[in-house]
Structures are given as C-alpha cells and as structure tokens.
C-alpha cells in the first residue's frame, strides 16, 4: 500500500475515536483528530498525483473515506445540523455511489468533479465551524444559518451535475 493510500485508510479508522469524543462531549480532542483527519483528505491526494501514485484502489478509496468521515460526523452533529441537511447529504452520496456502482459494472471508473470537491470543501468547513463553536462556547448563528444552506444547495447541485455528466451510464 502507498503513502496516499495509508493516509486515506488513517482518515478512515480516525472517523472512529472522532465520533466517540463527539458522542462524549470532547469537543478539544476530537476537533484535533477532526483537523488531522481532514488534512489527509489534502495530502493523499497531493501526495498521489506529486509521486505519480494514482490508483483505482485509491480513487475509490478515497471517496469512501470521504463519505464515513463527513456524514459520520455530520450524524454526530445532529441537531446543531439539521438532519434534513444530513438526509440530503447521505442521499445525494448514495446516488453519487450507485452512479459510480453501475460505470464500475461496464469497466468505467468514475472519478469526482470539481463540483464534488466544492461540496466537501463547504461540508467540512461546516462541521470545523461547529467544532469551533463547541469547542470556544460561542454560536454564531447567522454563519452557522449560511454555511448549512450553503451546503445544502451545493450538495444538491453537485448531485444534480453528477447524475448529468454521467446520464449515458444511467441509460439516459
């Protein structure tokens, strides 16, 4: 296994203690591992394309993390997050994923968009924003409305685009 591919399981496994400080209330620890945990998310895929170790393996598992990390924190954040928002999230994925399940099935591996990338970019920054609100005590409402209205309109967006790009796929 490469270098990217051993960040890409790290941000995996620490999905694990995040939730469980989460579940625990310990916002400092698991803000911290919730930092680290996203910067693999950064490097493995740098990492990848820098020392020329791109793989299918990696490509998909790399999404897979993705998707445990974020909504299972996200799952956790209920209700600073509404769960419609974490509904619309795990929905456009499931979508994403059988998109991605039945190009596999014809020999195509669908890599993620820009528009993907966005939506996890936002995510991300949704869920540091409420870490860093339970962590330091304060809520900033208005932001907090923002970047959860925000997401959900890039969430659906990027599904809607991904469903698009790939309708030859779904038979369309």
Do not use: H
């Given at each position: 296994?490469?270098?990217?591919?051993?960040?890409t399981?790290?941000?995996l496994?620490?999905?694990?203690?995040?939730?469980?400080?989460?579940?625990?209330?310990?916002?400092?620890?698991?803000?911290?591992?919730?930092?680290?945990?996203?910067?693999?998310?950064y490097?493995?895929g740098f990492?990848a394309?820098k020392?020329n170790?791109?793989?299918?393996?990696?490509?998909?598992?790399?999404?897979i993390?993705?998707?445990?990390?974020?909504?299972?924190?996200?799952?956790?954040l209920?209700p600073?997050?509404?769960s419609?928002?974490?509904?619309?999230?795990?929905?456009r994925?499931?979508?994403?994923?059988?998109?991605r399940?039945?190009a596999a099935?014809?020999?195509?591996?669908?890599?993620?968009?820009?528009?993907?990338?966005?939506?996890?970019?936002l995510?991300m920054?949704?869920?540091?924003?409420l870490?860093?609100?339970?962590v330091?005590?304060?809520?900033i409402?208005l932001?907090e409305?923002f970047l959860?209205?925000?997401?959900?309109f890039?969430t659906?967006v990027s599904?809607?685009?991904?469903?698009?790009?790939?309708?030859?796929?779904?038979?369309?």
């Amino acid at each position: 296994m490469n270098l990217p591919n051993i960040l890409t399981v790290t941000r995996l496994f620490l999905t694990i203690p995040i939730f469980v400080l989460m579940v625990f209330g310990r916002w400092q620890w698991s803000f911290v591992l919730f930092l680290i945990a996203a910067m693999t998310d950064y490097f493995d895929g740098f990492l990848a394309r820098k020392l020329n170790q791109i793989t299918k393996t990696g490509k998909v598992l790399d999404q897979i993390a993705d998707k445990v990390f974020v909504n299972s924190i996200m799952i956790a954040l209920i209700p600073q997050i509404p769960s419609w928002l974490v509904a619309l999230i795990v929905s456009r994925d499931v979508v994403v994923s059988a998109v991605r399940i039945l190009a596999a099935s014809t020999g195509i591996v669908v890599q993620a968009n820009v528009w993907g990338k966005v939506k996890t970019v936002l995510q991300m920054s949704l869920v540091a924003f409420l870490f860093f609100e339970n962590v330091f005590g304060n809520r900033i409402q208005l932001l907090e409305v923002f970047l959860i209205y925000f997401c959900a309109f890039f969430t659906f967006v990027s599904a809607l685009i991904y469903v698009l790009q790939n309708r030859k796929v779904l038979g369309g």
